[in-house]
């Protein structure tokens, strides 16, 4: 009988995290022809959403939880999940009951015909401002012009993958993650479904805009290298249009002479000079700042307790 892990990463989720697993539980007790289990990791959560795992893990030794020792981001948590799953497959969820576990028979169906990534692409965003997906949108199609990869539109973490897929995925040690380019890059079979994303059941999103836009320049410096090419393209068009002014400006000088005249185009070419140069800087330190954290060799998360286990020594 094949093994089918739930991951589901949880930070301050106390409000929903009982709901879900009920959830859950009513949809997979029909699916005859696997094995669930759950990996629960608690991100670091500050109210009791440990004591739900562990009181879960009391009832059903099928639910295993990882509890990290900090906050470490919905990224870091994902990977600390695959890290302890050793099930066939795992299907990634959130736990705020937004991915529909109504969607689980579908996916494993696909993935029984053969397909190694089963993800869920969402067809509508309720609960979410139409900014929130107009620049969502925007960005991705931004992405996708600047990378090669293809990058898929509108489809999150929630998805199956296959022992192949997390293998691959658990190759990528770095720690400033954007594991949605991981899933496009490591290719593989991929099947898209279509759902309807819920509104948050309970409790609040832990994303901002702030977390969001610094979330879009991880996905830009780690996959492409296009901004850096971009600068050094403009940097050779103002070169040479600048040498063709400073030309001009000599021979004038030189067949007509000069009265001290132009202050005012000398002020506006210094500024936009300057400017381009602080903001080429800005991009070449992005990745200067990518270079630094992946020297480090830092591992990407540590744990404080493994099913109900101190964690003395660190797997990674
Ligand atoms: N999450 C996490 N660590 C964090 C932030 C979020 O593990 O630092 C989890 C959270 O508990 C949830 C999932 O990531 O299960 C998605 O978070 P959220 O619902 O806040 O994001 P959204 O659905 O709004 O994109
Ligand atoms: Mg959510």
Redesign the pocket.
Known sequence: MKTISIL??????EVVLLKFYERVQSVIKDIADCEFNFVF?N??STDSTVDIMRHLRKNNANVHYVNLSR????EI??IAGLDHVDSDAVII????L?DPPELLPEMISWWNKGYKDVCAKRRSRDG?SWFKKWSSHTYYKLLQHMTNIPIQIDV??FRLLDRQCIEALKLFRESQRYTKGMFSWIGFDKKEILFDRDA?AA?????NYWKLFNLAIEGITSFTMLPLRIASILGCILSITTMIYMIYVILRTLIFGEAVRGYPSMVSIILFIGGVQIFFLGIIGEYLGRIFNETKHRPLYLVKEYDGEIVIKQKV
């Open positions: 589901v990463p949880c930070y301050n989720e990791v991100d670091g906050n470490f981001g919905k948590a994902m969820m959130d736990a705020d937004q979410e999150g973490d948050r409790g609040k999103t832990k994303w």
